[in-house]
T-cell receptor
């Protein structure tokens, strides 16, 4: 089974600054998808950004961008111009490209981000 | 707007009780999932279903069962609740055909077993 590792249980950032959350994963597959999900105090999980492994270009969504290093199996999330509303638990997730290997997403253990005013 | 609804936000049960956690989605999704979320452990898959009456075990199915009699509804059942099943339970759904389709989550049920 694939494993997803988030080595930073907690991070903090000053408002308006930039922060990077780390994620590494282990897989023998060549095609897959990677995701960052955000879980605010409301508990509603929200998709932040996703990356297809076959794409070399890093995904970006407004203030959120990723640094995808396929050979290193690394998928970090950069949040620019941090806002108070970015405070949440962030989960990195992996999904196989092939549906016949199961419809499972594999999640990391999460990074709790605090934004300091 | 897309919706996954979990019937209870908070639930308190006693050891040995039979517990039903209900989840309903209104997006006609084929896939539905039950996850358990614990601090330091992230989200762990209990069961998933890719069609009515179909189910597959996830990584931690012991002590749980599921039911999917209708496409929109996926129930998680704790046959005899134990204190180590105190946790946050998240339901999610997604389309089957598109492999990169994101998961849509409910707001979670915080279950306490006393």
């Amino acid at each position: 089974a694939q494993t997803v590792t988030q080595s930073q249980p907690e991070m903090s950032v000053q408002e308006a600054e930039t922060v990077t959350l780390s994620c590494t994963y282990d897989t023998s597959e060549s095609d897959y998808y990677l995701f960052w999900y955000k879980q605010p105090p409301s508990r509603q999980m929200i998709l932040v950004i996703r990356q297809e492994a076959y794409k070399q270009q890093n995904a970006t969504e407004n203030r959120f961008s990723v640094n995808f290093q396929k050979a290193a199996k690394s998928f970090s999330l950069k949040i620019s111009d941090s806002q108070l509303g970015d405070a949440a638990m962030y989960f990195c997730a992996y999904r196989s490209y092939y549906t016949n290997t199961g419809n499972q997403f594999y999640f990391g253990t999460g990074t709790s981000l605090t934004v300091i005013p | 707007d897309v919706k996954v609804t979990q019937s209870s936000r908070y639930l308190v049960k006693r050891t040995g009780e039979k517990v039903f956690l209900e989840c309903v989605q209104d997006m006609d999704h084929e896939n539905m999932f039950w996850y358990r979320q614990d601090p330091g452990l992230g989200l762990r898959l209990i069961y998933f279903s890719y069609d009515v009456k179909m189910k597959e075990k996830g990584d931690i199915p012991e002590g749980y069962s599921v039911s999917r009699e209708k496409k929109e509804r996926f129930s998680l059942i704790l046959e005899s609740a134990s204190t180590n099943q105190t946790s946050m339970y998240l339901c999610a759904s997604s389309f089957l055909p598109s492999t990169n389709e994101k998961l849509f989550f409910g707001s979670g049920t915080q279950l306490s077993v006393l």
